[in-house]
Nanobody, 114 residues
Framework: QVQFVESGGGLVQPGGSLRISCVAS????????AGWWRQAPGKVREWVAH???????TYAGTVKGRFTISRDSAKNTVYLQMTNLKPEDTAVYYC????????WGQGTAVTVSS
């Protein structure tokens, strides 16, 4: 059974930084790759970033240059370091396999507000 547990969200001021984490069971991120998605209130879930099994990273245009996806293979954990946060980054953030083709966890809520 595949499970994702996201953590680390919270309230941050515009321009601030935050790192969120995701631990997986039932898959291996270093083999299956990983990605982050987010869903803002009233909007559909959108892709944010990918990290391939080989470590290649790709980003949505809206976060490129501000967000960094990384992986700790020993802990089977993937991270999303977010900097220069904007109010439009407010959303619930989810992780999944590279193509997002597994069930979704509960996510971790990030609120950017002054």
């Amino acid at each position: 059974q595949v499970q994702f547990v996201e953590s680390g969200g919270g309230l941050v001021q515009p321009g601030g930084s935050l790192r969120i984490s995701c631990v997986a069971s039932g898959i291996i991120f270093s083999i299956d790759g990983a990605g982050w998605w987010r869903q803002a209130p009233g909007k559909v879930r959108e892709w944010v970033a990918h990290i391939s099994s080989g470590g290649t990273t790709t980003y949505a245009g809206t976060v490129k240059g501000r967000f960094t996806i990384s992986r700790d293979s020993a802990k089977n954990t993937v991270y999303l370091q977010m900097t220069n946060l904007k109010p439009e980054d407010t959303a619930v953030y989810y992780c999944n396999k590279y193509w997002g083709d597994r069930g979704w966890g509960q996510g971790t809520a990030v609120t950017v507000s002054s």
